[in-house]
């Protein structure tokens, strides 16, 4: 049986179904099973002198990994079809229940046209129910209005009744400087530890600031002693990142076993647990 066909078999039934999750959106969806290559996307037409940074979107489960989100150019019928811009893989949540990637390098829109995110759910059963994911925000439409399932080796798309509450990070352009203004949504604090994690190698600390302001991350074991310094000064608003390599001040590589990133800026402090594996 196709996926489109088994997609309209069981659509009814609850393999895209919405629980209540919160103010911003009505719910989230999931898809269950899943066969770790099937994609939820979302289409915007995006004008000339935009310049895209990224995407962000809601997630029900802090635990979920999601294996792949892309950029893609293009209105055709299969992702397939369109020009792939950007993609960034072993994506999770960052902070307050949503999702933020940073394209490696921003996009600037020449011209008007339509651009496509899409989302890779991991392989497994699926959402279960709220906060048992995976599963991203949502709501029900009375007809499909840019949102689609991508599936197949091409990634057919299948319009579907539903708002996925995906954003487009822009900023626009300023006439004649060919540089973008500060991006249109609102910057978020936020600290993402060890990509991946459990890891072996370098390890990536995504970490992200509302404003200008002076920040340190740090590696600490959990005794509490300070092993490493990543980022001690001042940083601007919007996203950075950093590699550890497992190693200590000094340079020594240090043994496997659990290890706590803290990111204090502003008289907060926001930390994650890292696992390093030998």
């Known amino acids: 049986m196709s996926w489109q066909k088994r997609l309209i078999e069981v659509l009814a039934p609850g393999i895209l179904a919405l629980w209540p999750h919160g103010p911003a959106v009505a719910g989230t969806v999931g898809l269950d099973p899943c066969d770790g290559q099937t994609m939820f996307v979302k289409e915007f037409e995006v004008s000339a002198g935009t310049t895209i940074t990224g995407a962000t979107f809601q997630n029900n489960d802090p635990r979920t990994v999601f294996p792949e989100v892309v950029l893609v150019r293009g209105d055709g019928a299969a992702l397939s079809e369109g020009t792939s811009l950007e993609q960034v893989v072993d994506v999770r949540e960052t902070a307050d229940g949503w999702v933020h990637v940073t394209w490696s390098s921003a996009v600037t829109v020449a011209e008007a046209g339509t651009y ?146 803290k990111l ?8 994650e647990k890292v696992v390093l594996a030998r």
């Open 116 to 261: 496509r995110v899409g989302v890779r759910f991991p392989e497994g059963p699926g959402k279960q129910g709220d906060g048992n994911g995976p599963g991203i925000g949502a709501a029900l439409v009375a007809s499909p209005a840019g949102s689609f399932v991508a599936g197949g080796p091409n990634g057919e798309l299948t319009p579907v009744r539903l708002d996925l509450a995906m954003q487009l990070l822009t900023g626009a352009q300023k006439a004649g400087t060919g540089e973008p203004e500060p991006a249109s949504v609102q910057l978020r604090t936020y600290l993402s530890a060890g990509i991946p994690n459990p890891g072996r190698g370098p390890m990536r600390m995504d970490f992200g600031l509302g404003r200008t302001s002076d920040v340190t991350l740090k590696i600490y074991d959990v005794s509490g002693r300070l092993v490493r310094v990543l980022v001690q000064g001042t940083h601007t608003a919007g996203a950075h990142t950093r590699q550890w390599d497992g190693r200590d001040e000094g340079g020594r590589t240090l043994a496997a076993g659990v290890y706590i990133a």
């Open 264 to 271: 204090q800026v502003a008289g907060r402090t926001i930390t």
